[in-house]
């Protein structure tokens, strides 16, 4: 019965499978202080907010390198026979980013420990990509119309907006990237392309929109990214969704927009006209944990689920002009029926169509601009 349980509540929560577009590279060179390298020593790379922990050992070049790893914060320790054992925290892993350090073991007994805080690399070696993190405090905490975080991707530089972009999902790929065309912008979430090709060759529409609220941080690559990333002739967004973490947390909010806190147009005022009602909701939660069954199953450190909800409510009072047929016309009586340079609007018979001499066709007026009942 535990096993069905367990197996149920698995299945309830979808499981994230980080892809290697949206992942992380993270290589580590041991060397003794000499700078030699050092084989056989034991990396372990733990991410500090799940405590799930991979571990490698290093080849004869002491190298250990750390594929797949999902965007996060990550602690590393490594040790050797004869060394002390090393601990560097504070390692921030982006998405689509590589890492690179150097761990140099001090001579002494394994049972000490060498605790370092890291610091960020001034430069990444590892490739040559070109393009711009956008953060969680960036997404969470800029003012967005519509609450688009893809509308951020304007801070990179050479990105603007294509002539169609707008918060409709289908919109959001129209990004032009360093002159290329609008709509040739290819999105990731986690890895997984959510783009669709639209009616013209090379360019994309977009499925789904992200909620801010679900969105960790994404990255805006323009130039130079690696062969990964096909099936676009402008730039790649690389969006990561949040996760769950050992800690519970979540969200709970509303953004509201209402014509009663703005004040009108100056044509509307000049004309004595009142502003038009406009009201927009957008109202969500979200919970992230680990996944616990009292007496059952502890997923600190081993599973974990994040979901939430978001909704959409707006109301907008539009003003159209149109035309409308004259009771005149709606009984078949069009003579009094003039263009706007005064002229009369001819209306024909179409039974009456017939081959031109010298080609085409020609049709008979009605008598008097009048449709027979």
């Given at each position: 019965m535990?096993?069905?349980?367990?197996?149920?509540?698995?299945?309830?929560?979808?499981?994230?499978?980080?892809?290697?577009?949206?992942?992380?590279?993270?290589?580590?060179?041991?060397?003794?202080?000499?700078?030699?390298?050092?084989?056989?020593?034991?990396?372990?790379l733990?991410?500090?907010?799940?405590?799930?922990?991979?571990?490698?050992?290093?080849?004869?070049?002491?190298?250990?390198?750390?594929?797949?790893?999902?965007?996060?914060?990550?602690?590393?320790?490594?040790?050797?026979?004869g060394?002390?054992?090393?601990?560097?925290?504070?390692i921030?892993?982006?998405?689509?980013?590589?890492?690179?350090?150097?761990?140099?073991?001090?001579?002494?007994?394994?049972?000490?420990?060498?605790?370092?805080s890291?610091?960020?690399?001034?430069?990444?070696?590892?490739?040559?990509?070109?393009?711009q993190?956008?953060?969680?405090r960036?997404?969470?905490e800029?003012?967005?119309?519509?609450?688009?975080?893809?509308g951020?991707?304007?801070?990179?530089?050479?990105?603007v907006?294509?002539?169609?972009?707008?918060?409709?999902?289908?919109?959001?790929?129209?990004?032009?990237?360093?002159?290329?065309?609008?709509?040739?912008?290819?999105?990731?979430?986690?890895?997984?392309?959510?783009?669709?090709?639209e009616?013209?060759?090379?360019?994309?529409?977009?499925?789904?929109?992200?909620?801010?609220?679900r969105?960790?941080?994404?990255?805006?690559?323009?130039?130079s990214?690696?062969?990964?990333?096909?099936?676009?002739?402008?730039?790649?967004?690389?969006?990561?969704?949040?996760?769950?973490?050992?800690?519970?947390?979540?969200?709970?909010?509303?953004?509201?927009?209402?014509s009663?806190?703005?004040?009108?147009?100056?044509?509307?005022?000049?004309?004595?006209?009142r502003?038009?009602?406009?009201?927009?909701?957008?109202?969500?939660?979200?919970l992230?944990?680990?996944?616990?069954?009292?007496?059952?199953?502890?997923?600190r450190?081993?599973t974990?689920?994040?979901?939430?909800?978001e909704?959409?409510r707006?109301?907008?009072?539009q003003?159209?002009?149109?035309?409308?047929?004259?009771?005149?016309?709606m009984?078949?009586?069009?003579?009094?029926?003039?263009?706007?340079?005064?002229?009369?609007?001819?209306?024909?018979?179409?039974?009456?169509?017939?081959?031109?001499?010298?080609?085409?066709?020609?049709?008979?007026?009605?008598?008097?601009?009048?449709?027979?009942?």
């Amino acid at each position: 019965m535990k096993r069905v349980l367990i197996a149920a509540a698995a299945l309830c929560f979808p499981v994230s499978m980080p892809a290697q577009t949206a992942a992380g590279l993270v290589v580590i060179l041991v060397q003794d202080p000499s700078s030699a390298a050092i084989s056989a020593a034991t990396v372990r790379l733990t991410e500090q907010e799940t405590g799930i922990v991979t571990s490698q050992t290093t080849t004869d070049q002491g190298l250990a390198r750390f594929v797949s790893v999902k965007p996060s914060r990550y602690s590393v320790s490594a040790e050797a026979s004869g060394f002390k054992r090393i601990v560097r925290s504070g390692i921030t892993v982006n998405v689509a980013e590589s890492v690179s350090m150097t761990l140099t073991l001090e001579l002494g007994a394994v049972t000490e420990t060498v605790e370092v805080s890291s610091q960020a690399p001034l430069l990444q070696t590892e490739n040559g990509g070109l393009g711009q993190l956008i953060g969680n405090r960036q997404i969470v905490e800029l003012p967005l119309n519509g609450r688009n975080p893809i509308g951020l991707a304007g801070l990179t530089a050479g990105v603007v907006p294509g002539p169609a972009f707008s918060d409709n999902p289908l919109q959001l790929a129209n990004l032009s990237v360093n002159g290329s065309r609008g709509g040739a912008t290819e999105i990731l979430q986690d890895g997984a392309p959510v783009t669709v090709p639209e009616n013209s060759p090379g360019t994309f529409a977009t499925a789904t929109l992200p909620s801010v609220e679900r969105v960790q941080e994404f990255k805006v690559q323009t130039n130079s990214f690696s062969a990964e990333f096909g099936r676009t002739t402008g730039g790649v967004i690389n969006l990561v969704i949040k996760s769950g973490t050992n800690k519970f947390h979540g969200s709970a909010y509303e953004f509201v927009r209402n014509s009663r806190l703005d004040s009108n147009q100056w044509f509307l005022n000049r004309a004595g006209q009142r502003l038009g009602t406009f009201q927009r909701n957008q109202y969500g939660f979200t919970l992230g944990g680990p996944v616990i069954l009292p007496k059952l199953y502890n997923g600190r450190n081993r599973t974990f689920f994040f979901g939430g909800y978001e909704g959409l409510r707006q109301r907008a009072q539009q003003t159209s002009t149109t035309t409308l047929p004259s009771r005149a016309q709606m009984s078949g009586d069009f003579s009094s029926t003039v263009t706007a340079a005064g002229a009369a609007v001819t209306i024909f018979d179409p039974l009456t169509t017939t081959a031109a001499p010298g080609g085409g066709f020609v049709r008979t007026a009605f008598p008097g601009n009048r449709i027979p009942a």
